[in-house]
């Protein structure tokens, strides 16, 4: 079997993906397929969140475990994580609603349904992303009077280690001296 997903962005209305994944796909094999499609960094980390018809997020299946409890503690439970969780455990039915969260230091927040339930096709791979339309953020128009000010620390920080990379900056101290 495999369940069919429709996704749309928080940040803008123009953005749609659909995709087909296999009951047996793990939550991970579905984080890495949106990372593709939508391409993002793989470096951030991410978590699904399912949910109630409302879109009140119910339980977290997360990327890595970031939980600085202790297992020995008394009442602990252990974060559920995407490559331990199949599709099929936590998907029951048409319609039914997930949230994607993407970097939360700077957040992207996805709106996933699943909106259907069909048999694979034979000699069809799966998961595969059926439909793409627009980007996942609005495109951010930038005034010729902009200066450093209003650009982010880690944006410089990328475009530094760009340079370095190409040679185009040579790595100096890493202290003041």
């Known amino acids: 079997m495999i369940y069919k997903y429709r996704m749309l962005s ?3 209305e123009d953005f749609l993906r659909e995709f087909e994944l296999k009951a047996s796909n793990s939550f991970l094999e579905f984080h890495e397929l949106i990372q ?18 409302g ?34 455990d936590y998907m029951e039915e048409p319609r039914q609603r997930i949230v994607y969260e993407y970097d939360f230091l700077r957040p992207k927040t996805f709106y996933i349904e699943m909106n259907g339930i069909a048999k694979a096709e034979e000699g069809t791979a799966y998961p595969r992303c059926v ?7 609005e495109p951010q128009v930038r005034d010729e009077e902009d200066d450093f000010e209003n650009i982010e620390i880690a944006d410089i ?17 890493s202290e003041v001296e």
């Open 131 to 137: 439909y793409s339309r627009g980007e996942p953020l």
């Open 157 to 173: 920080e990328d475009l530094m280690l760009d340079e370095l990379d190409e040679g185009i900056i040579e790595e100096g101290p």
């Open 55 to 88: 879109w009140n997020r119910m339980t977290e299946i997360t990327l890595l475990d970031m939980q600085e409890a202790n297992p020995d503690e008394e009442g602990y439970e252990p974060p559920l994580m995407m490559k331990d969780a199949l599709l099929r």
């Open 10 to 12: 928080e940040a803008n």
């Open 36 to 53: 593709q499609t939508v391409k993002f960094s793989t470096l951030e980390l991410a978590s699904f969140f399912i949910c109630d018809g």
